[in-house]
T-cell receptor, first 114, second 111 residues
Framework: SAVISQKPSRDICQRGTSLTIQCQVDSQVTMMFWYRQQPGQSLTLIATANQGSEATYESGFVIDKFPISRPNLTFSTLTVSNMSPEDSSIYLC???????????FGPGTRLLVL | GENVEQHPSTLSVQEGDSAVIKCTYSDSASNYFPWYKQELGKRPQLIIDIRSNVGEKKDQRIAVTLNKTAKHFSLHITETQPEDSAVYFCAASRAKGKLIFGQGTTLQVKP
């Protein structure tokens, strides 16, 4: 399976600022996704990162708050904009590496907003 | 909308006993059902999955069953060990990539 890395692994940020999270895969993948996992909760899909076009956002998530880039088939970024304490979560990228819907997750980015 | 309900939220078993976690889904078009294990501070790890054309799948001590008519699927862990202690998530998908997760089950295996 693919090796997935995320940067940063964790960060503490001030409210009103923005943080960009990177997701790197060691091989080309068809689909990349971004999830949020709030403390003690389940995983919620934020958006599908589409290569060469705008991301597809799920209900409750908007591009102005969570802009996403995917410049190629191995890399994507998620920005959490104008952060508030409610944005404190783990943000995970995942990939569909083998084109059969199986998703593998990156290690996550633990974000604390003060 | 699409929804996945998972029960129980917590489960405590004695080492060597079996554990069963159940999920129901709302979207009858769902056709892919993975299970993830998440240890504290770690990423979710896929442990087993099943597709709608199969009723049961087994991998060593873990098995998953699917009842499409009733729209529910279950994870069975036999001969539990302390290292099985973790949070387990079920999920369902009908469209490529859109996984809807259950709320999670915290499994504790007591030695």
């Amino acid at each position: 399976s693919a090796v997935i890395s995320q940067k940063p692994s964790r960060d503490i940020c001030q409210r009103g600022t923005s943080l960009t999270i990177q997701c790197q895969v060691d091989s080309q993948v068809t689909m990349m996704f971004w999830y949020r996992q709030q403390p003690g909760q389940s995983l919620t899909l934020i958006a599908t990162a589409n290569q060469g076009s705008e991301a597809t956002y799920e209900s409750g998530f908007v591009i102005d708050k969570f802009p996403i880039s995917r410049p190629n088939l191995t890399f994507s970024t998620l920005t959490v904009s104008n952060m508030s304490p409610e944005d404190s979560s783990i943000y995970l990228c995942s990939v569909d590496w083998d084109r059969v819907e199986t998703q593998y997750f990156g290690p996550g980015t633990r974000l604390l907003v003060l | 909308g699409e929804n996945v309900e998972q029960h129980p939220s917590t489960l405590s078993v004695q080492e060597g006993d079996s554990a069963v976690i159940k999920c129901t889904y709302s979207d009858s078009a769902s056709n892919y059902f993975p299970w993830y294990k998440q240890e504290l501070g770690k990423r979710p790890q896929l442990i087993i999955d099943i597709r709608s054309n199969v009723g049961e799948k087994k991998d060593q001590r873990i098995a998953v069953t699917l009842n499409k008519t009733a729209k529910h699927f279950s994870l069975h862990i036999t001969e539990t060990q302390p290292e099985d202690s973790a949070v387990y998530f079920c999920a369902a998908s009908r469209a490529k990539g859109k996984l809807i997760f259950g709320q999670g089950t915290t499994l504790q295996v007591k030695p």
